[in-house]
């Protein structure tokens, strides 16, 4: 029995310990509104899993008091519910959605969690004094199942959104998907089944797993998002221009369409597009354009224009066009560009050229057979 209780022991600060070098490996990136938030959002769950830590720790206050007892359950609850509401905030910022870079819609996000937290303390100090009144009682139980209600929402339209991303474009894989949403959700699930009881013969509860699994579920997080770390690139929001601009694009288009986030890089392109470049779209993933387009040098600003590119069918005339794509926020994610074949156009002949006299003496030609 001791030498469980000190694995289970070293293993949670084991599990605390990766918990907080991951966070200080994000942390060293930080400096953009995507990789901030990921950094809080680890943040939350490192000080949530130091507190879970805390009642385990040799000599540490062998004898809880109840202001001990309801300091770690406020911030424990506290913890968990910012580090979901800011894995939202990542995932949004994440799919370009820039209204999240600004201060105003994430304190509209956290006004609720803030203010019942308020009260929730509040009725912590209230106990350890003296004792909470049944009706208060019963009106922060309301309040807490509010809460938890609302954190939980938020947290799964987060989850939804990224698994959204994932079916969506291209090159978010469903693995990273499942990575980074094991990453999150492993402390949740792992704190809620350690918490699980069940009634005794006696009238009261005991809990139903023998021992405390918390720590797994923060060990878990931690390779999770220590793999998604060295695998992926989880802190570049290109994937919210391709996010708005697909339902706007035909697959089946018949001009050529590229989409571009804001450093001309290529996201996603149309079959017509992949026939021109002769390239497959993972191909030409986070190319430039002009890798990608020989003969295209620099994108036209506002106004078409003709180039020469090399195709399957040998030199062809293009007319090139580009459009800006903007969020909700007018905030810039990238760029449309579209291809038309004007090569078969007709072209002035001197059996088709009729030329005319007009004001000011300028030729007009019609084409004809």
């Not at 469980?4 to 060293?28: E, N, P, Y």
């Not at 090399?310 to 903007?326: D, H, V």
């Not at 994610?333 to 007709?346: A, E, I």
Request: hydrophobic residues 50%.
């Amino acid at each position: 029995m001791i030498a469980a209780s000190f694995l289970i022991d070293t293993l949670s600060v084991a599990a605390a310990g990766a918990m907080v070098s991951v966070t200080i490996a994000v942390f060293r990136h930080r400096g953009d509104p995507v990789t901030d938030s990921f950094f809080w959002t680890l943040f939350a769950m490192s000080v949530w899993a130091l507190l879970a830590l805390l009642p385990g720790l040799p000599g540490f206050l062998p004898t809880a008091s109840e202001a001990f007892t309801a300091l770690t359950s406020t911030g424990t609850l506290a913890a968990g519910a910012v580090a979901a509401l800011c894995s939202y905030v990542y995932i949004r910022r994440y799919t370009g959605h820039s209204k999240y870079n600004r201060l105003r819609p994430i304190g509209i996000l956290f006004v609720p969690v803030i203010g019942i937290l308020v009260v929730i303390i509040t009725a912590d100090v209230w106990i350890v004094v003296g004792s909470l009144p049944s009706l208060f009682a019963g009106l922060l139980q309301i309040l807490i199942i509010i809460f938890v209600l609302y954190v939980t929402a938020v947290f799964f339209l987060g989850l939804y959104l990224l698994g959204r991303l994932g079916r969506r474009y291209r090159q978010v894989s469903y693995f990273q998907v499942a990575v980074v949403s094991v990453g999150l959700l492993a402390p949740y699930v792992a704190v809620i089944a350690s918490s699980l009881t069940q009634p005794t013969a006696g009238g009261g509860t005991v809990s139903l797993l023998p021992v405390d699994i918390s720590f797994a579920g923060f060990l878990v997080a931690s390779i999770a998002f220590g793999y998604a770390l060295r695998a992926y690139d989880l802190f570049t929001p290109y994937p919210g221009a391709e996010y708005i601009a697909r339902d706007e694009v035909i697959e089946n288009l018949q001009e050529g369409v590229l989409i571009l986030d804001k450093h001309d890089r290529v996201i996603d392109m149309n079959a017509a597009a992949a026939k021109l470049t002769q390239q497959t779209v993972g191909g030409a993933l986070n190319r430039p354009i002009w890798s990608v387009l020989d003969g295209v040098s620099q994108l036209p600003d506002g106004e078409s224009r003709h180039v020469e590119l090399q195709t399957p069918a040998g030199l062809r005339q293009f007319e090139i066009r580009t459009s800006m794509i903007r969020d909700g926020d007018d905030g810039h994610l990238g760029t449309t560009v579209r291809l038309r074949d004007v090569s078969k156009l007709p072209h002035p002949t001197p059996s088709a050229l009729r030329a005319s006299v007009l004001e000011g003496g300028a030729l007009m030609w019609t084409p004809g057979n």
